[in-house]
């Protein structure tokens, strides 16, 4: 086995493909070496057979390029029809910016690798911005998952053999979308100072002792109990998203006697997806950008010093949901510019607080621009 430790820029042409190619693999996570992680994919394994190994091996790269171009497809458009229908008019390669291969074995006609690919984010919008395609690509603020099991003899959040604790381990770990999320580890450290029964309560010192411990700026507490109605059981789940100030935000997922009938892990496994998946379609929801639709806002932009206007244009430079921007005024103390935006204001606002920045009215209808 050899453990390669650099990075490929592949050429835009494809060779055609004439096999099939076995993919398996770890859960996708986003690749951190890429620039923006959300157009980024690791852990792409493939075993591929052709005449020779070189042959097995081109064909194997190329392959892994357009499993990995699909899954972040499905992170930016979350809806296979359009995924399928922009890969029909676009070859993967076109837009991959490297590769990293991770592990490789060359066989006699056979090709073995895991792979990692980024893809090239100014390139793949502006080819979603010209099909007029809606997607969304903005990562949410990281959440910090903490799962509850409450058992008629107490509350259980740190067992690694609880199957509705276990379960939320392996669907996080599993995740592939904009939402990030994050678990505790489940150390007697946190067993003792996050007590099952405190997190339980939404006791708020232990949830924002919680958040702090796993640096996230929001907790999302998923409870779960087995009731019975006679003789049929009854699966009951709750979800609240808080604040990393414990702060309640909003309930998620409400799944009150939802009758288990034959297989208790089915119905856990459902209530893991339905509230993992409404995260991700609400996220998504509010941050779409619309390819086909533009609009202008003129904003006020205060600044302190020359070091703000670098930063303020950077960010305007840095924000898909904003096309393009024109300085119309500028001095030491602000300035006046007209951001083209091709999302809605919940897009905007989500997009400038990851700098930092919120988007406000004055009580005279002014917009501005300025730090939170």
């Known amino acids: 086995m050899r453990i390669a430790l650099f990075c490929h820029r592949p050429k835009i042409a494809l060779l055609a493909l004439a096999s ?44 892994a390029a ?4 699909r899954r972040i497809l499905h992170r930016l458009l ?69 799962p509850v099991w409450l058992a008629p003899d107490g509350a259980r959040a ?17 995740a592939d979308g904009l939402v990030d999320f994050t678990l505790l580890k489940p150390t007697i450290l946190n067993e003792r100072s996050l007590r099952a029964e405190d997190i339980v309560a939404a006791d708020p010192p232990t949830l924002r002792k919680a958040a702090t411990v796993a640096g996230a700026d929001q907790i999302m507490l998923v409870v779960a109990r087995l009731d019975y109605r006679g003789s049929q059981p009854l699966l009951a789940v709750d979800g609240e998203l808080f604040t990393a100030s414990a702060d309640r935000l909003t309930v998620l997922a409400k799944m009150v006697d939802r009758p288990v009938t034959d297989n208790l892990s089915d119905q856990l496994n459902f209530a ?26 003129t904003v006020e932009v205060p600044v302190k010093g020359l070091q703000d206007w670098v930063s303020r244009l950077e960010a305007f430079s840095s924000v898909a949901v904003i096309d393009r921007f024109v300085v119309r005024k500028i001095d030491v103390d602000g300035g006046l510019v007209t951001l083209t ?32």
């Open 20 to 63: 099939l190619m076995l993919a398996f693999g770890s859960p996708v996570m986003a690749f951190e070496q890429c620039p923006k992680p959300q157009f980024g994919v690791s852990g792409i394994a493939i075993d591929r057979t052709a005449e020779t190994a070189a042959l097995a091996q081109v064909e194997g790269i190329e392959e």
């Open 66 to 69: 357009r499993i990995g171009f």
């Open 78 to 146: 979350r809806a296979e029809p359009a995924v399928a229908a922009f890969m029909a008019e676009n070859e993967a390669n076109a837009f991959v910016d490297f590769y990293h291969i991770s592990e490789e074995n060359s066989l006699e006609g056979r090709y073995i690798a895991v792979l990692d690919y980024c893809f090239d984010a100014p390139r793949l919008r502006a080819a979603l911005r010209a099909a007029e395609y809606e997607w969304a690509e903005l990562m949410s603020p990281r959440i910090l998952v903490l």
């Open 158 to 174: 740190w067992q690694r053999d609880n199957e509705w604790l276990a379960g939320w381990r392996e669907a996080v770990a599993g």
């Open 272 to 297: 893991r997806r339905q509230i993992l998946s409404e995260l991700e379609t609400g996220w998504h929801r509010a941050n779409i950008i619309r390819g086909g639709e533009t609009r202008d806002i």
């Open 341 to 372: 935006v091709v999302g809605n204001d919940a897009a905007i606002a989500n997009a400038l607080a990851a700098y930092r920045l919120r988007l406000s009215q004055r009580d005279d209808g002014t917009n501005v621009v300025e730090p939170l």
